[in-house]
């Protein structure tokens, strides 16, 4: 399974971005999705998930309202959009696969992951 991240950049707060994951190599209509990031001397930490129907969402607390996660299954992608960006929101974000298309939201509970796409958030 190879996952390829883009849309990360430098941003403005209170600006947008729209991340994109392409997938390869696995049904991806069948898979769960995940965002995580990671700040500069931080863990990895959850950032978004969605099911394989499409039908669960669950997002962190620190970015609900802000973030909308999505699926194309018809181009095995997946989108973050971020709205209203905060300095916080700085960090490398990793996009993630789950075989079993369950909506879970521990960075152990992603079998394959991409390599992750810089966001910078300037105040």
């Known amino acids: 399974v190879q996952l390829q991240a883009s849309g990360g950049g430098l941003v403005q707060a209170g600006g947008s971005l729209r991340l994109s994951c392409a997938t390869s190599?696995?049904?991806?209509?069948?898979?769960?999705l995940g965002w995580f990031r990671q700040a500069p001397g931080k863990e990895r930490e959850f950032v978004a998930v969605i099911n394989w129907t499409g039908g669960i969402k669950s997002y962190a607390g620190s970015v609900k309202g802000r973030f909308t996660i999505s699926r194309d299954n018809a181009k095995n992608t997946v989108y973050l959009q971020m709205n209203s960006l905060k300095p916080e929101d700085t960090a490398v974000y990793y996009c993630?696969?789950?075989?079993?298309?369950?909506?879970?939201?521990?960075?152990?509970?992603?079998?394959?992951w991409g390599q992750g796409t810089l966001v910078t958030v300037s105040s």
């Open positions: 190599g696995r049904t991806f209509s069948k898979c769960a």
């Open positions: 993630a696969l789950r075989g079993d298309g369950l909506a879970r939201t521990r960075p152990e509970d992603f079998g394959s």
